[in-house]
């Protein structure tokens, strides 16, 4: 078995959790509140913003020319491709995308993943780690686009049901990609160190559960109680 498909293996627990937790559920009914779903797009466009960022961290780091050629068409997918899931997302809250967007929400959970992801750009000189981190985000979103298909819940004759469409497909060239990035930068690692990237990638799988379930409970920061008398 690859490394790769080792880490996919240990994920499916944590992805099967997403896809029953409420957001997943709601979107597949398509009757999840429009109030998650516009905080979920205020949150993902910083995100993806952040997302680009990490593609260009990680181009020093790789050596084939053609690889650098795929990361940097990966930023051009963020920038344009990516906003059609959003769009859709929009049409289902029945306000214009850019609108949504305009206010921008920095939520615990989101900044707790986007750290997570630059700690592992900025302390580890192996892209393996940076990889590690944000190849949950494609596989998770490939998985539950594809499951979503299948499932005798999905509506049909939601808006929501285009999302799951498009992402079923939309993934599939990133998560090989990464599946290969991983298998070449690790393949001289120790056990050890191998362990190490398991547990960015595993950690970043369940920051996607904390993802959609912040979106859902619209997650605040909180600084402090309540002065008393």
Not at 19 to 47: C, N, T, W
Not at 56 to 79: N, S, T
Not at 151 to 162: E, I
Not at 209 to 214: E, G, I, L, Q, S
Request: aromatic share 14%; proline share 4%.
């Amino acid at each position: 078995m690859s490394f790769s498909q080792e880490l996919k293996d240990a994920a499916q627990p944590l992805i099967k959790e997403i896809y029953h937790d409420p957001y997943i559920q709601g979107m597949l009914k398509g009757d999840l509140p429009k109030e998650a779903v516009r905080f979920y797009l205020k949150a993902d466009a910083s995100y993806l913003k952040e997302f680009a960022n990490l593609y260009a961290l990680i181009i020093p780091k790789v050596d084939r020319l053609e690889d650098v050629k795929f990361l940097v068409e990966q930023i051009q997918f963020i920038v344009d491709g990516e906003v059609e899931a959003h769009e859709i997302l929009a049409s289902y809250v029945e306000e214009p995308y850019e609108s949504i967007v305009n206010e921008k929400v920095w939520p615990p959970s989101g900044d707790h993943y986007i750290k997570h992801m630059y700690f592992n750009a900025f302390a580890k000189e192996n892209a393996a780690y940076t990889i590690a981190a944000m190849a949950p985000c494609p596989y998770v979103y490939q998985v539950i686009g594809q499951q979503g298909l299948k499932d005798d819940a999905l509506n049909k004759d939601s808006v929501l049901s285009k999302w799951f469409e498009f992402y079923s497909t939309e993934m599939d060239e990133l998560v090989d990609v990464f599946d290969q990035l991983l298998d070449q930068l690790t393949a001289q690692m120790t056990d050890s160190e191998k362990e190490e990237v398991k547990a960015a990638f595993l950690q970043s799988t369940v920051h996607e559960r904390n993802f959609f379930a912040m979106s859902y409970n619209q997650e605040s920061w909180e600084f402090g109680g309540q002065d008393h008398e």
